[in-house]
């Protein structure tokens, strides 16, 4: 199943920074953005990985060994190469959001997103308050806090300039991967703010009482996932997935996904030491 592309490039896009800019971009000629995952903590490693030519890096603070000081630098070092750095961040409370923007990302990733009422929540934690002379019938403000020195710089931007434009460009994305989400992925989706629903499919297929890891060979499963695709796409929305081989992001890619990771750093380390020591099996026992 193929999908049209609901928005294209146009004047009023055109102002758009960061993960927006990269994503409006990919849909006109239309490609996957496709990005890698960072589970490692370390500026060095970020930088690496941002210079390999991925759309964006995400920086894992749910699952992966990366604490708060950590991710300031990863976040910095991503944007210095011109890349999008996104952050998952463990649990959708105001303090995380506010740090996680504050260290100038460009995104958040939030994980096991069940109901219409979290996802509010969440954009209200990601926008800045907007004065009543500027509001707009479409403006969507929220409760973030000012103060960041550090966002600014990620976006190429002095003070005043990111605080008046950041609500616009911050990217929100949620994860449905549970049995809940998964029976409201059509409402959240339509949430003001939210600008894209991901597949966890491990959570996604172990809450639906199946093996976690078994949710490739799972019809049900992949019935499920192919509603939130579409949820996404009936309300204008993105839609990412999680994959770990260039052949999964091209099957996901041909079924409407527009954001997808090459795996991970951790990934990456384990396959190619397996794949390495299996060619000295013969010499080495």
């Known amino acids: 199943m193929s999908y049209s592309t609901p928005l294209e ?32 903590p370390g500026a060095s490693l970020a930088r690496m990985i941002a210079q390999m030519g991925y759309d964006f890096v995400l920086v894992d603070c749910e699952h992966g060994n990366i604490a708060d000081a950590d991710m300031h630098t990863s976040v910095g070092a991503i944007a210095a190469q011109g890349i999008s750095p996104v952050v998952r ?35 209200s934690y990601a926008k800045f308050p907007i004065p009543n002379a500027q509001r707009t019938p479409d403006s969507i403000a929220g409760i973030r806090g000012v103060g960041s020195p550090f966002a600014p710089a990620a976006f190429g931007q002095g003070m005043g300039e990111y605080i008046a434009t950041a609500n616009r460009n911050t990217f929100i994305a949620v994860q ?20 894209m629903l991901f597949v966890g499919p491990n959570d996604l297929c172990s ?7 078994d949710h490739a060979n799972i019809p049900e499963v992949q019935a499920a996932i192919q509603r939130i695709l579409s949820a996404s796409k009936a309300t204008g929305k993105y839609a990412g997935m999680f994959c770990t081989s260039a052949e999964q992001i091209q099957a996901r890619y041909e079924q409407g996904f527009d954001f997808m ?24 026992p």
């Open 9 to 40: 490039p146009s004047s009023s896009t055109a102002s758009l920074l960061g993960l927006h800019k990269v994503m409006i971009e990919a849909r006109n000629p239309r490609r996957p953005v496709v990005g890698s995952w960072l589970m490692f």
């Open 89 to 123: 961040i463990p649990a959708p409370e105001n303090w995380i959001v506010k740090r996680t923007l504050d260290s100038g990302a460009h995104g958040i990733l939030c994980p096991m997103m069940s109901t219409v009422e979290e996802a509010r929540k969440l954009v």
């Open 176 to 195: 449905i991967e549970t049995v809940e989400g998964l029976e409201n992925c059509e409402e959240i989706a339509k949430v003001d703010g939210i600008d």
């Open 207 to 213: 809450s639906m009482g199946y093996p976690a890891l």
């Open 261 to 284: 990771n090459l795996g991970a750093d951790v990934v990456a380390l384990a396959m190619w030491n397996a794949d390495e020591l299996r060619k000295l099996k013969e010499i080495r």
